[in-house]
């Protein structure tokens, strides 16, 4: 159960067929596995301990991914710092987790160096790429001064991968993922959805997100080849699917959508495509249908899963026949997945039955070992083995489970539980609006009032009244907008889930613009 076991077998199952492509490099598994080797010995060499954390600044490329595999060689723990961060927050990750090594690319080269400057137990940093970097050392010359060695094959319960959460407050947590985590996270979706090594996987959400870094990790484990973006731009995505000819590859919502709206599309052949998976959020029901229609013969995939789980631990497969494709089940999250239990819970944490809401926990080889140095919180989301997730759903008498929303993301208006994800549903069907968010804002009489903030399709054009209306023939009455503001775009993360904490906060301060 260590993450580098998937090298050793393709080493001898096929050690010339291609594992990693960024742009025009191209790396098979047996040079893969010797880069990999020899990095693990140049870094062992300036002072890496088993156990030492090393931060990563970078964007999606070959080089990402096997400097994390010579940290798991090594049995060290990677640190992928979200690259939308400021300062200030990277800085806080550094500290907390006591990193001295820092691995960077171009896109990031000032920041790093800036952060070298500010911290001065950052003693180790390499850069890789084309510019020039005084003072750092230089990543390809390491590797090619260096001697390969063993591969330490970690315990499946060392610590493998520390990710830190984003909070709405303060500073995030450091989620501890261990070897077994993500092993059984990435074993239990491939029994429940079989992943063949001929599979080439389009990697573009990023490395620092669980969802990325889990589909590297399932390539690495069946055999596959992965094709890495280092950032989503849809021309890029659509031609790289043409030119590659990616099997699959996993998006979150708003990048669908950002496909659908590119003038390119339609200009490229995505016949090779056979999967395509979604998560993070929930997809509205008419971008769903759009994509079914517009991807003939391609099985979609809802995964849902977080951080704290190593990625997905249930998924639905949605193909193309008919009685996959009606009825209110299309909105489900699936089963519970072969490595992981599932229930929902009320605030006490008593069972709820079939069709209740409540708070969805779960159980299983994937669930994280707790939060770095955050004893108390550890304990607050992790009872009796069970992890709090903190989302609300349900299950039906089948199993599905149903997500209904973050909890935390929940109005209550006038004593009623609303809950933004269904109010985003009933407005994205609206054929004005293109993507929309739903939070709540204080209001005197209600508590709170839902209200909506929408970005319209290129050229449309909608009243609020209009978009009020629609909802009302949707909804009930105290689900619906009390208000709705237009944006030209809405905040995103780097992961492309919308920033409804941007949104709060700028309510508040009353500079929301677009």
């Not at 992981?340 to 006490?348: G, L, N, P, T, V």
């Not at 770095?372 to 989301?381: D, F, L, V």
């Not at 149903?402 to 985003?424: H, Q």
Request: glycine fraction near 10%; hydrophobic fraction near 45%.
């Amino acid at each position: 159960m260590y993450l580098t076991a998937g090298l050793h077998r393709a080493l001898q199952r096929h050690p010339d067929k291609t594992a990693l492509v960024a742009g025009p490099r191209r790396l098979s598994f047996r040079s893969l596995v010797e880069r990999v080797a020899r990095l693990a010995s140049g870094l062992q060499a300036l002072g890496l301990q088993p156990g030492d954390r090393v931060a990563l600044l970078a964007r999606n490329s070959d080089r990402y991914a096997e400097s994390v595999l010579a940290l798991w060689w090594s049995g060290a723990v990677a640190l992928p710092l979200n690259t939308r961060w400021s300062q200030a927050e990277m800085v806080y990750a550094l500290q907390d987790c006591e990193v001295g090594m820092l691995l960077v690319d171009d896109a990031f080269l000032d920041q790093a160096q800036a952060l070298v400057a500010e911290l001065p137990e950052l003693k180790t940093c390499l850069h890789w790429g084309e510019r020039g970097a005084p003072g750092l050392l230089d990543y390809e010359q390491i590797i090619a001064r260096s001697e390969a060695v063993e591969d330490r094959r970690c315990s499946a319960e060392e610590l493998a991968v520390i990710l830190y959460t984003g909070g709405t407050t303060g500073f995030p947590k450091g989620v501890m993922l261990s070897h077994r985590n993500f092993w059984a996270s990435t074993v239990g979706r491939m029994a429940e959805v079989p992943n063949p090594s001929d599979f080439i996987t389009l990697l573009v959400t990023p490395l620092f997100h669980v969802a990325g870094l889990g589909r590297l990790i399932g390539q690495i484990q069946s055999g596959g080849a992965c094709v890495m973006l280092p950032a989503f731009e849809p021309e890029a995505v659509l031609r790289t699917i043409a030119q590659e000819r990616i099997t699959d590859t996993l998006l979150v919502p708003s990048m669908v959508q950002m496909l659908f709206d590119s003038p390119a599309f339609g200009q490229y052949d995505l016949s090779s495509i056979r999967r395509i998976a979604w998560g993070a959020a929930p997809m509205a029901l008419p971008l769903l249908e759009r994509c079914l229609s517009a991807f003939e013969g391609v099985e979609f995939m809802h995964a849902y899963g977080m951080t704290e789980t190593a990625a997905s631990v249930t998924v639905h497969r949605i193909g193309h026949a008919p009685e996959e494709r009606q009825g209110a089940r299309i909105r489900s999250a699936g089963h519970a997945g072969f490595a992981s239990e599932i229930r929902i819970a009320d605030a006490q944490g008593k069972s709820l039955g079939c069709g209740e809401v409540g708070e969805i926990w779960i159980r299983g080889a994937a669930v994280m070992m707790g939060y770095w140095k955050r004893p108390e919180e550890s304990a607050q989301a992790l009872r009796d083995g069970w992890l709090r997730t903190g989302d609300g759903g349900y299950l039906d008498a089948q199993g599905y489970l149903f997500v209904v929303d973050r909890i935390k993301d929940m109005v209550i208006s006038g004593g009623e539980n609303v809950y933004p994800a269904e109010v985003e549903d009933a407005l994205g069907q609206h054929p004005a609006v293109a993507t929309c968010a739903v939070i709540g804002i204080p209001d005197a009489k209600w508590g709170e009032a839902v209200h909506a903030v929408v970005q319209l399709r290129e050229g449309a054009k909608v009243t609020p009244q209009e978009l009020q209306a629609h909802c009302r023939s949707r909804l009930a009455s105290y689900k619906c907008p009390k208000s709705v503001e237009f944006l030209s775009s809405l905040p995103l993360s780097a992961a492309g889930k919308v920033l409804k904490s941007e949104l709060r906060r700028a309510r508040q301060g009353g500079v929301l613009t677009g």
